[in-house]
T-cell receptor, first 117, second 110 residues
Framework: EPEVTQTPSHQVTQMGQEVILRCVPI?????FYWYRQILGQKVEFLVS????????KSEIFDDQFSVERPDGSNFTLKIRSTKLEDSAMYFC???????????????FGQGTRLTVV | TQLLEQSPQFLSIQEGENLTVYCNSS?????LQWYRQEPGEGPVLLVT?????EVKKLKRLTFQFGDARKDSSLHITAAQPGDTGLYLC??????????FGPGTRLSVLP
């Protein structure tokens, strides 16, 4: 069964360092998302991406964050200068159609646990 | 912005009991998804409900979408320890993302 895969599963980084989280969405999906979940808290939307550009972003997704689809399969989230409060699980998701359209479903990866020390 | 609320926030029951958890919004959604999340893992899609009043069954789990498509419920019959986890509802925002409720954390004790 097709699945969303994320690497690495766990990343430890020093405050101020840049990190890149990688995702391979389901191959025939066109809409991609990043979410984060701080330990014990809600799943929060960061950004959605379609047709090689950002569709929507939340207030969390500030200038320190960027996304890219460098080739036909990968979808990356970069945090330029990490802060302690960026520590969270980061989930990538994909869907075959846009959110809110009929019964469109999002499928999630297993997540990357980012720890900023 | 469309928001989803879930209740109860926490639920601890004995194996074999039945339970219902709820997902509510003041907004209409074209569909709602239910996910289950285990610690340290990503949300796993259980079901999508689309039509107002729709009922879907997945083994011992029964999902219902409200007639007005603003709320949904998940009923588990004869809960088992393997049902333990965080149950999340999510809906497609009439924008470009999926919005999640805060979840119900279920603990089924043997």
């Amino acid at each position: 069964e097709p699945e969303v895969t994320q690497t690495p599963s766990h990343q430890v980084t020093q405050m101020g360092q840049e990190v890149i989280l990688r995702c391979v969405p389901i191959s025939n999906h066109l809409y991609f998302y990043w979410y984060r979940q701080i330990l014990g808290q809600k799943v929060e939307f960061l950004v959605s991406f379609y047709n090689n550009e950002i569709s929507e972003k939340s207030e969390i997704f500030d200038d320190q964050f960027s996304v890219e689809r460098p080739d036909g399969s990968n979808f990356t989230l970069k945090i330029r200068s990490t802060k302690l409060e960026d520590s969270a699980m980061y989930f990538c998701a994909s869907s075959d159609n846009r959110a809110g359209y009929l019964n469109t479903e999002a499928f999630f990866g297993q997540g990357t646990r980012l720890t900023v020390v | 912005t469309q928001l989803l609320e879930q209740s109860p926030q926490f639920l601890s029951i004995q194996e074999g009991e039945n339970l219902t958890v709820y997902c509510n919004s003041s907004s209409v959604f074209s569909s709602l998804q239910w996910y289950r999340q285990e610690p340290g893992e990503g949300p796993v899609l259980l079901v999508t409900v689309v039509t107002g009043g729709e009922v879907k069954k997945l083994k011992r789990l029964t999902f219902q979408f409200g007639d007005a498509r603003k709320d949904s419920s998940l009923h588990i019959t004869a809960a088992q320890p393997g049902d333990t986890g965080l149950y999340l509802c999510a809906g497609g925002n009439y924008g470009q993302n999926f919005v999640f409720g805060p979840g119900t954390r279920l603990s089924v004790l043997p």
